[in-house]
């Protein structure tokens, strides 16, 4: 299945991208705002090449919708973003795919697409996932706490099925290609108005004068989030767009793979917990997310 393909191309995708995200802003990143800006300068790079290779595609007033859902995209970001500074990458990773929850009634009162049991079922596993793998381990005498990316990732759960739901929506009257393309174009107008400002402009077209080690990590982000984000766009195009959001619920597992073996091979490079007691509620996290994915495709 053509859906399914893309879905698992996407969640690895972007499994990298979490994973130089979380490299870049321990190590370099002093706003997560101006970081965002760097990269989304750097996507116009893609969508120049798309403009300039298919054309413009415009359908009004689909495109300008297109345009408005880009807007969307970057407040989520902005949530991502500041989620992990405060938190692991493999735990960000899980927390990202509890958004199929809030796809699934949106894409049943806009999209017409029924759920069965078996698909709420799946998904409160994935919530209970999620408050799983953000939990951490108490000292002796001090009460439970909740990971502080959780206020932050409730945004981008919202703002993503948006996202997914509407491009949905948008692939009847656009192809793929220049739905990435303009809704690149929304995502740099979102930011548009912060490059007005002399210190953000300063800090954001510094991070790509820094270094070639830094330039080198925001060119790598930005290939794998092009890459991902566009394969999970196909996907959406040949699927459901609940399936493919669940699907694509394998990312987590996927990402704590990467993180283990640089762990191993690179100590220090990306701050993890690899304690036998964390690293047990992770994979139990990751085989509930197995199980909540099972159940809703």
Same mark, same amino acid.
């Given at each position: 299945?053509?859906?399914?393909?893309?879905?698992?191309?996407?969640?690895?995708?972007?499994?990298?991208?979490? @994973? *130089?995200?979380?490299?870049?802003?321990?190590?370099?990143?002093?706003?997560?705002?101006?970081?965002? *800006?760097?990269?989304?300068?750097?996507?116009?790079?893609?969508?120049?090449?798309?403009?300039?290779?298919?054309?413009?595609?415009?359908?009004?007033?689909?495109?300008?919708?297109?345009?408005?859902?880009?807007?969307?995209?970057? $407040?989520?970001?902005?949530?991502?973003?500041?989620?992990?500074?405060?938190?692991?990458?493999?735990?960000?990773?899980?927390? $990202?795919?509890?958004?199929?929850?809030?796809?699934?009634?949106?894409?049943?009162?806009?999209?017409?697409?029924?759920?069965?049991?078996?698909?709420?079922?799946?998904?409160?596993?994935?919530?209970?996932?999620?408050?799983?793998?953000?939990?951490?381990?108490?000292?002796?005498?001090?009460?439970?706490?909740?990971?502080?990316?959780?206020?932050?990732?409730? @945004?981008?759960?919202?703002?993503?099925?948006?996202?997914?739901?509407?491009?949905?929506?948008?692939?009847?009257?656009?192809?793929?290609?220049?739905?990435?393309?303009?809704?690149?174009?929304?995502?740099?107008?979102? $930011?548009?108005?912060?490059?007005?400002?002399?210190?953000?402009?300063?800090?954001?077209?510094?991070?790509?004068?820094?270094?070639?080690?830094?330039?080198?990590?925001? *060119?790598?982000?930005?290939?794998?989030?092009?890459?991902?984000?566009?394969?999970?766009?196909?996907?959406?195009?040949?699927?459901?767009?609940?399936? @493919?959001?669940?699907?694509?619920?394998?990312?987590?597992? *996927?990402?704590?793979?990467?993180?283990?073996?640089?762990?191993?091979?690179?100590?220090?490079?990306?701050?993890?917990?690899?304690?036998?007691?964390?690293?047990?509620?992770?994979?139990?996290?990751?085989?509930?997310? $197995?199980?909540?994915?099972?159940?809703?495709?």
């Amino acid at each position: 299945m053509d859906w399914l393909i893309f879905s698992l191309i996407g969640a690895s995708s972007l499994a990298v991208t979490g @994973v *130089i995200d979380k490299f870049i802003l321990d190590k370099y990143i002093r706003s997560c705002g101006a970081y965002l *800006i760097t990269l989304i300068i750097l996507q116009q790079a893609f969508a120049l090449g798309i403009y300039l290779y298919l054309g413009h595609g415009f359908v009004y007033p689909h495109s300008l919708f297109a345009i408005a859902i880009g807007g969307l995209q970057a $407040v989520l970001w902005v949530s991502y973003l500041r989620a992990l500074q405060v938190e692991e990458t493999s735990r960000i990773a899980a927390m $990202v795919y509890v958004y199929p929850i809030f796809v699934f009634p949106a894409a049943f009162f806009f999209l017409g697409e029924t759920l069965s049991l078996r698909d709420y079922a799946g998904g409160l596993i994935l919530v209970i996932s999620a408050l799983l793998v953000s939990y951490r381990p108490p000292a002796r005498g001090e009460p439970l706490i909740l990971s502080p990316a959780l206020k932050y990732m409730f @945004v981008f759960w919202i703002f993503s099925a948006l996202y997914a739901v509407a491009a949905k929506y948008l692939l009847s009257y656009m192809d793929e290609w220049h739905l990435i393309m303009w809704s690149s174009a929304g995502n740099f107008l979102a $930011v548009l108005p912060f490059l007005t400002l002399r210190r953000v402009r300063e800090e954001a077209f510094g991070y790509l004068r820094h270094g070639r080690l830094l330039t080198s990590a925001l *060119i790598a982000d930005e290939i794998f989030d092009f890459l991902g984000r566009g394969a999970l766009i196909f996907a959406y195009a040949a699927g459901s767009v609940a399936l @493919v959001s669940s699907v694509a619920a394998l990312q987590p597992f *996927i990402t704590l793979i990467y993180v283990m073996m640089l762990s191993l091979s690179f100590p220090g490079v990306i701050r993890e917990e690899m304690t036998p007691q964390t690293l047990s509620l992770k994979l139990a996290a990751v085989f509930l997310i $197995v199980l909540g994915v099972y159940l809703i495709s």
